[in-house]
């Protein structure tokens, strides 16, 4: 399972065992495995200043939590033609780098060999200035989010926009990407090519008719450009003073004309631009190489090269693979990647500092507790392992553990519901980040 049971109970003695007695039944039973948590000791200043604190530090870890699952959400936008490769992208590198010997960090092993970063989050400060800092940095990536995806967003609905264009029937789809310069008379001061829309049924009357729809008509000048499951695009060449005509009687015989005017300048620039939104929303994901799909209605067979300077398959001299693989990627996705990781370590250092505030107030001075990280097997054995917690640490609060039982026992002078709060602390961790 990707959830977590962040607990802790008095360092005493007594509780010390009531710890092991867990351990040993959730053992036997296969209901979890468990760790040490290791929390610092902090400036712990007033009791009052805690109560603050800890309403604080409840309204952060929602909001860090938030803030993850939106950046995690953002990689499978960005990586929307790699989706399967999204959870890899997912991770806590920067943290544990020396315990662990790697550079990659995944999620799990982040949480379950957790160590507190003494050079960004000192413990020496008061607790309320490492809060504060914390809540900075996260205010921060959150703004840069926005500030990102809103760019992001925009490029892809004006892509969207432009690539519905191109899908839809001959009546309404741009003809910039189907017709070409050779399908029309260009510069004639007599002479005009249209583009009539015939029906399937009637190309054999076209054929037969176009020519004596009206007069001057140029002789065998129409050409089938393209078709779709409706019909066909049609070129016919005429004189320009019997447009009005032609049209009328074109109608009559339900062949439509097209109203479309060649401006090889308006052509040029909507392909181009077409290239680009597709080129920026690519290299968002990856810089390397940016291809259209072979064949494809927008621009067929047609391929966009970014190619970064020197050559790509050469790694630098004391580069990391990691750092050669980040060459590969676009600038948001980099982005995403490295504040992802950012925002999950500070917000599992907000659940160690929730630990030790709830602790202290819970179980008062001078500080002594021990943090459990429990991680059940599976979802079926949650409420065994809840029964067994709290069979355990019943001692500690006898009423929340009776309310536990009995939903209708209030807690004096608690405004929590009854499920939020057991004779334990306990906080939750949920590593399902794409639910």
Request: with cysteine; proline share 3%; charged share 25%.
């Amino acid at each position: 399972m990707s959830e977590f049971w962040l607990i802790s109970a008095p360092g005493d003695k007594e509780n010390l065992q009531a710890l092991e007695r867990m351990n040993t039944v959730t053992s036997k039973s296969n209901l979890s495995y468990n760790t040490k948590f290791a929390i610092p000791d902090f400036k712990v200043g007033t009791l009052d200043s805690l109560v603050g604190l800890s309403d604080e530090l409840g309204k952060l870890d929602t909001f860090a939590e938030s803030v993850i699952k939106r950046m995690a959400q953002s990689v499978v936008q960005v990586m929307e033609d790699s989706k399967g490769k999204v959870q890899e992208n997912l991770l806590a590198n920067g943290g544990l780098k020396e315990k662990m010997k790697c550079s990659k960090i995944d999620l799990t092993s982040f949480v379950t060999h957790f160590e507190w970063d003494m050079a960004k989050y000192p413990v020496k400060q008061p607790l309320v200035s490492v809060v504060d800092t914390l809540a900075k940095q996260l205010a921060q990536i959150e703004t840069d989010l926005k500030s990102r995806t809103a760019t992001y967003n925009t490029l892809k609905t004006n892509l969207e926009n432009l690539e519905k264009k191109s899908m839809g029937n001959l009546f309404t789809r741009t003809l910039s990407n189907i017709v070409s310069k050779e399908d029309f008379v260009l510069d004639s001061e007599y002479l005009i090519t249209l583009l009539v829309i015939v029906p399937k049924p009637s190309y054999t009357q076209w054929q037969k008719t176009y020519e004596s729809l009206s007069d001057m008509v140029v002789p065998r000048s129409t050409k089938l450009i393209t078709e779709d499951n409706e019909g066909g695009l049609f070129t016919v060449t005429l004189f320009r003073k019997v447009i009005d005509d032609f049209k009328t009687k074109a109608k009559e015989n339900k062949f439509t004309v097209r109203e479309f005017y060649y401006d090889e300048k308006e052509i040029k620039r909507e392909r181009e631009e077409m290239t680009r939104l597709l080129s920026d929303k690519k290299q968002q994901y990856q810089t390397s190489c940016v291809a259209l799909k072979k064949g494809s209605s927008t621009f067929p067979d047609h391929k966009v090269k970014v190619t970064p300077l020197g050559n790509p398959d050469r790694a630098a001299a004391g580069q990391t693979d990691s750092e050669r693989e980040s060459e590969g990627e676009g600038p948001l996705l980099r982005w995403l990647k490295v504040n992802f990781s950012e925002a999950f370590i500070a917000w599992i250092h907000i659940k160690a500092l929730r630990v030790f505030v709830e602790s202290v107030l819970r179980y008062g001075l001078p500080v002594n507790f021990q943090a459990v990280l429990l991680q059940p097997h599976k979802k079926s054995s949650t409420k065994r392992l809840r029964e067994v917690l709290n069979s355990v640490f019943r001692h500690l609060d006898e009423v929340a553990a009776a309310s536990i039982l009995d939903a209708s026992v209030e807690i004096p002078g608690l405004q929590l519901n009854n499920q939020d709060y057991f004779p334990y602390v306990y906080f939750r961790i949920d590593l399902s980040l794409l639910d």
